[in-house]
């Protein structure tokens, strides 16, 4: 039975599982009723033989509750075991190798765990495992946001002993020699750049005779180049919700990309269930809808409720029966292992614009910095160090425009993911590009009052539709209290050049009130002073009585260490 209509005083209730053949019959019936309270509905019992009727088309009890079927509360198995050695680099966390094993024993599954707990680190284990237990896994192609390129071919060379390489526009016809040379058994690509790898041609498909628009190219307007598909064996999608959209170029790209794949593997940190039509795509791409009952039953069963959902408990279920699992930082087994906090550095490319004029900058401070190691009088050297630490101050500056697209694009990932993101920069002009960036968003700098300051702070506290909190280290590195209450993600667009200054902000979240793991994210713009200004700030995070606060010796030891640098 698919449940049950019951007597109670004067009416029936009527309980059953959510089906929308179900929920469109009993709208019919006379004077029915919602209980938004226990979700069932309610008709006057002056209606019993329309009840009756509707019970007998319907295959629900008549006058009796059923109640097994409400019992049954979808319970999900445990992980497997990790039964084999993997030659990793680094001892996974227990929970990690239960993730491992699954993913192994499935091959085309999600990798549904929270943010910080190694989607990155399990995913690339389990390539490495398939390939111990004989199975074909080598070439991997890993697709993911371009802000992340360079974190992967790291992870990569840090988990197994295997080798990554970036691919880029002038290895397209080169790059499978890396593989028979040995040079690189992962290959990394940003989503934007799966067309000029992987597609031949898109066909025209013409104007819409009844809409006079122009149609949208569908999968079969697009050629593939077999030769460069069939060179991978298994493939990674990172923040593969970015694929949800069926009709994305992406999305169809990928969908082909993945054709006959034994090994494909989704990793996004965003809770799939609160939106079952997101999942279609990308089960398209996995070739798992199929076990989850095709597309019709997919959509009527689980997409055609209430805000477009319905058997969510049903859906997590048969999901983790056939393809996913999430485990998230709140749990016992996962909280005993993660570290307090966590630190990454993400390579940020600088636009085209900013790499030119950063260049410029550069040169015209290699050629004061002649002048200043060339200085014989003390005085003289004394009185540059200004101007040195000046025009230092300016590379920074251009690094932090430059690099805003990448940062702004991985900032965009944790709001997706339903995170509450501390945004810390210096310049206004930044604050304001934030801002700009995300309307959804409350500032925190020294051009504001103590009220203003303490608005922003409840607001980003309280307010769900509010993601994210951008304040200048100087004003919100200290004294800012209650954003520990709602984040654990705190990003630096720019940061200072001490290891007090810088963890003093990251105590805005890891401070007391805080229950979960803090993960702190740099970004640096690649092969600028940002790389060497982060390095500095690590170094003197292992020397005790970090601030002097003499602002002269600070000066000089950034401006000898700068000097130091130009002469290697």
């Known amino acids: 039975m698919n449940g049950s209509a019951v007597p109670v005083g004067s009416i029936f209730k009527i309980d059953f599982r959510y089906h929308p053949k179900i929920v469109q019959a009993v709208k019919e019936l006379p004077e029915r009723k919602f209980d938004h309270n226990d ?54 966390r227990p929970y990690q190798e239960t993730g491992i094993a699954y993913a192994i024993s499935r091959q085309r599954t999600f990798f549904g765990d929270d943010m910080g707990l190694g989607k990155t680190f399990q995913a690339i284990a389990s390539i490495e495992a398939l390939h111990q237990q004989g199975k074909a896994a080598y070439p991997c192609l890993i697709v993911c946001p371009s802000a ?124 799939l269930i609160n939106k079952p039509s997101d999942l279609i795509a990308q089960l398209g791409i996995m070739n798992r809808l199929v076990e989850l009952g095709g597309y019709k039953h997919f959509m009527e069963h689980y997409c055609d409720g209430p805000n477009g959902a319905s058997n969510l408990k049903e859906l997590n279920y048969n999901l983790n029966k056939v393809c996913f699992f999430r485990r998230n930082k709140t749990d016992p087994e996962v909280k005993k292992y993660l570290p307090d906090k966590s630190r990454q550095v993400i ?45 230092i101050g300016i590379l920074k500056n251009i690094s932090a425009r430059g690099k805003l697209k990448d940062a702004f694009e991985f900032i965009q990932e944790l709001i997706n993911a339903g995170e509450k993101v501390v945004v810390f920069v210096n310049l206004i002009e930044i604050v304001k590009a934030v801002q700009e960036a995300f309307p959804r968003s409350v500032r925190l700098t020294g051009a504001e009052n103590a009220v203003q300051k303490q608005n922003s702070v409840d607001a980003f506290r309280t307010n769900k539709n509010v993601d994210v909190i951008v304040l200048n280290l100087k004003a919100g590195g200290v004294g800012v209290n209650g954003l520990q209450e709602v984040s654990t993600n705190i990003c630096f667009i720019e940061f200072g050049w001490h290891a007090a200054i ?53 000066e000089v030891s950034i401006v000898d260490s700068f000097a130091d640098l130009f002469t290697k």
Not at 213 to 233: S, V
Not at 361 to 377: F, G, I, Q, V
Not at 539 to 553: F, L, Q
């Open 148 to 271: 992340v390129k360079e974190n992967w071919k790291k992870e990569i060379e840090q988990t197994i002993h295997r080798k990554a390489v970036v691919l880029s526009d002038g290895m397209k016809k080169t790059y499978q020699e890396f593989f028979r040379t040995g040079l690189a058994q992962f290959y990394i690509v940003n989503y934007e750049s799966m067309k000029k790898f992987f597609v031949e041609l898109i066909d025209d498909p013409g104007i819409d005779p009844k809409t006079l628009k122009k149609r949208k190219p569908t999968l079969k307007h697009y050629h593939f180049n077999a030769k460069a598909i069939g060179f991978y064996n298994s493939i990674i999608f990172d923040e593969s919700h970015r694929l949800k959209a069926v009709s994305t170029q992406a999305a169809k790209i990928a969908k082909g990309v993945s054709a006959n794949k034994e090994t494909i593997f989704l990793l996004t940190g965003t809770p």
């Open 502 to 554: 810088m963890d003093q902000a990251e105590d805005r979240l890891y401070r007391m009130g805080q229950h979960n793991n803090v993960m702190c994210t740099y970004f640096l713009g690649r092969d600028t002073i940002d790389e060497w200004n982060y390095d500095l700030i690590q170094k003197k995070r292992h020397i005790a009585n970090t601030v002097t606060g003499n602002e002269d010796m600070t």
């Open 347 to 391: 390579l940020c490319d600088l636009n085209k614009e900013s790499r030119k004029e950063y260049n410029h900058a550069l040169a015209d401070l290699e050629s004061y910095m002649k002048s200043y190691k060339n200085a014989d009088d003390e005085k003289i050297k004394q009185s540059m160090k200004g101007e040195v630490m000046v025009r």
């Open 39 to 92: 979700k069932t509905w309610s008709v006057p019992a002056k209606y019993r033989d329309e009840v009756e009727r509707f019970c007998k088309v319907h295959k629900l009890q008549f006058g009796h509750k059923v109640v097994q079927e409400r019992k049954f509360d979808f319970v999900i198995p445990p992980l497997p075991e990790l039964t084999i050695q993997i030659p990793l680099k680094r001892e996974p």
